[in-house]
């Protein structure tokens, strides 16, 4: 064997051993970071959800109402037994990720419609919801604190309590004739003008549409 191929193999063998070593250093990179960003999606993940569950428990117990959506099927009845008309200002107290403000415009496109949520998720999702809908405005706040002077219909979804001391509020502020509609829950010791039996049977919410008139 001449010295010269003994030269270029070992030249060859080192060569190829720094690419394989090379191409493995590389594949580990990208699979250790590829599995620290697993990680950091799976925790961050996690977390939102664990965050979601825990404020959903407290607000059971505390706020006036859960975040807890009317059953699609009942937002065309909703809407079609409020009364609207092309004038209406329509108010959802609690509007949640906003479909029932959706609904209503879509149905009645020249109508106001104010939505009043105070946490901050399904306020984002309302907000993020109706973005295209220049009359559909959505406040970040108590319902109890609203100004609610410009409502004629007003819808709400809230706890039995809430509704009892909602409706004195929508009395002294709202026009004669306003109207207040509750979902599943009525205003205490008030008689309803009208009480209507949805057409829901694949659930327990939304059973009953209470309506008051000022
Ligand atoms: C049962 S959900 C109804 C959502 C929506 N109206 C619907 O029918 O799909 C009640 C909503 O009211 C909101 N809420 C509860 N208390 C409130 C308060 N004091 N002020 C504003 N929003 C409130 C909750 O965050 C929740 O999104």
Redesign the pocket.
């Known amino acids: 064997m001449s010295p010269q191929i003994t030269i270029t193999s070992l030249k060859n063998f080192i060569k190829y051993s720094y690419l394989d070593f090379l191409d493995n250093y590389l594949y580990s990179i990208i699979m250790i970071v590829l599995y620290i960003f697993t990680v950091i999606v799976c925790a961050l993940v996690s977390l939102a959800l664990v965050g979601f569950i825990t404020v959903q428990i407290v607000?059971i117990f505390t706020?006036?109402?859960?975040?807890?959506?009317?059953p699609k099927d009942l937002e065309d009845e909703i809407v079609e037994n409020l009364g609207l008309n092309s004038e209406s200002v329509f108010y959802?107290?609690?509007?949640?990720?906003g479909?029932?403000l959706i609904k209503a415009v879509e149905k009645y496109p020249g109508i106001k419609c104010v939505g009043?949520?105070?946490?901050y998720l399904?306020y984002s999702l309302a907000k993020f919801y109706t973005r295209k809908y220049k009359n559909i405005e959505i406040r970040r706040?108590?319902?109890?604190k609203t100004d609610l002077t410009s409502a004629t219909h007003i819808?709400a979804?809230?706890y039995p309590k809430?509704m009892t001391e909602l409706w004195p509020i929508v009395k002294e502020q709202c026009k004669p004739g306003t109207i207040l509609m509750s979902?599943d829950f009525e205003v205490e010791n008030v008689q309803p003008n009208k009480i209507i039996q949805t057409k829901i049977t694949n659930s327990k919410r939304g059973q009953r549409l209470s309506v008051y008139e000022v």
């Not at 959802?92 to 990720?97: I, M």
């Not at 009043?116 to 946490?119: D, G, L, Q, S, T």
């Not at 706040?141 to 109890?144: I, L, R």
């Open positions: 607000a706020a006036d109402a859960p975040f807890v959506p009317i959802d107290l609690g509007c949640g990720d479909r029932i009043v949520e105070i946490a399904p706040q108590n319902v109890f819808f979804y809230l809430a979902c």
